[in-house]
């Protein structure tokens, strides 16, 4: 009877669990203490080979979306009221099938994914969160942003800075007149000022969320007739912007989005049998290229939202179809509808931040809106102080 060889241990860690999914291998902590103590506290180089393997195959690649989800309820018989629920789905790309992973607090929102951490906004706070390792760590903005309700965030992204292996978010916060820039770097565990340019008060955001292309967040703008791309660069921590292609015109919609890891941007009429023009940018002379177009699309009552990054299946709002331009079909990914709220290319890792904790579902919220009850804002601060000082006048104290 042969017997099978065992391969040698640093075979199996180097060149095996390297390569296996993330959800694999947390599985694999049972198989033995071995396995145990190598995948519950993975060395800094294990976790970077797993993640190279794992960001570059396609098969292992996923979008991660912040849907609603809408529920119907019956406050009275004669009233039926629709509300919703805030969701984090995953659609896997290999089987264009999603799971619900989490429901997420209501007034959360996902700002982007990198390296298999995602980061949301939560009542003014911060989150990074790993939805494989079920890790979460709560940041909070620095003063005198964070509270004051004077400082409104006009946007917020989140990037990666390859030069130095880091997270950064970025936030830019609105007061009467100014504009407010500052900026996380997950290293440092601390916010630093931004340099916010003068064009940039002009400029009309729409919307706060981002597309991430090489670790870089991107948001549409207009100003005027004016359509154009403004990029965060995570490495210099400088703003650059781009104009949109001119062959987009008032009656188009049209999505910036992330292909193949590069900026593109799909444009299109709202109409059945719709074609899809597909632009590429060239950032290093600020010039669109038309590439291939989509179509036609015979779904005029939903709207793209986001794509693949290693393919061009085009996810739909509202709908939850798929477009294949390959088969030119739409295919149902399942059943009902959902609010796309943001979507990002994800891909589940091992990676970890310094102080992430285990995510308990429901009462990590309950616990985080605690902390933020806790702070004391300056101008709370302020009305305590001469309260107090009324307190002591009145029992002759002063």
């Known amino acids: 009877m042969s017997t099978l060889l065992a391969l040698p241990d640093d075979i199996i860690v180097g060149h095996v669990l390297t390569r296996l999914p993330a959800k694999s291998l947390i599985r694999f902590k049972c198989v033995c203490k071995a396995w145990l103590y190598i995948l519950s506290n993975p060395d800094p180089h294990f976790v970077t080979t797993h993640l190279t393997h794992t960001s570059r195959n396609p098969d292992y690649e996923c979008l991660i979306m912040s849907v609603n989800k809408f529920v119907r309820s019956v406050r009275s018989l004669s009233f039926p009221h629709r509300r919703h629920s805030r969701w984090v789905e995953i659609l896997s790309r290999s089987r264009f099938a999603y799971t619900s992973v989490h429901n997420a607090p209501e007034h959360s929102q996902m700002i982007g994914s990198i390296n298999?951490?995602?980061?949301?906004?939560?009542?003014?706070?911060?989150?990074f969160w790993n939805p494989a390792l079920g890790l979460v760590k709560t940041i909070l903005p620095p003063q005198p942003y964070y509270g004051n309700k004077n400082f409104l965030m006009k946007l917020y992204g989140l990037g990666w800075d390859h030069a130095e292996s880091e997270f950064k978010v970025v936030v830019c916060y609105r007061d009467q007149t100014l504009l407010h820039g500052v900026v996380y770097t997950s290293n440092s565990d601390s916010w630093i000022g931004l340099d916010i340019p003068d064009t940039f008060f002009i400029r009309c955001i729409m919307g706060n969320t981002a597309t991430i292309v090489q670790g870089c967040p991107y948001w549409t703008a207009t100003t005027g007739y004016d359509k154009f791309v403004l990029k965060f660069e995570s490495a210099s921590n400088h703003f650059k912007e781009f104009m949109l292609p001119s062959q987009i015109t008032r009656t188009h919609r049209y999505n910036v989005v992330n292909i193949k890891d590069s900026l593109a941007t799909m444009a299109y009429l709202q109409l059945p049998g719709a074609m899809v023009d597909v632009f590429h940018l060239d950032e290093e002379y600020g010039v669109w290229s038309k590439t291939y177009t989509l179509g036609p699309i015979h779904c005029c009552l939903a709207t793209l939202s986001q794509c693949f990054k290693y393919g061009d299946e085009v996810v739909f709002n509202f709908a939850k179809l798929l477009y294949d331009p390959k088969t030119q079909g739409?295919?149902?990914?399942?059943?009902?509808?959902?609010?796309?709220?943001?979507?990002?290319?994800?891909?589940p890792s091992l990676v970890s931040l310094l102080g992430m904790k285990s995510l308990h579902t429901e009462s990590h919220w309950t616990?985080?809106?605690?902390?933020?009850?806790?702070?004391?804002?300056?101008?709370?601060?302020?009305?305590?102080?001469?309260?107090?000082?009324?307190?002591?006048?009145?029992?002759?104290?002063?």
């Open 330 to 347: 739409i295919k149902v990914i399942g059943d009902g509808h959902w609010d796309f709220v943001s979507g990002y290319s994800y891909t």
């Open 367 to 398: 616990s985080l809106s605690a902390v933020e009850n806790s702070v004391v804002t300056p101008a709370q601060l302020s009305l305590r102080l001469v309260f107090g000082r009324l307190l002591l006048r009145c029992f002759g104290c002063d």
């Open 116 to 127: 298999g951490l995602i980061c949301l906004t939560y009542k003014r706070m911060f989150l």
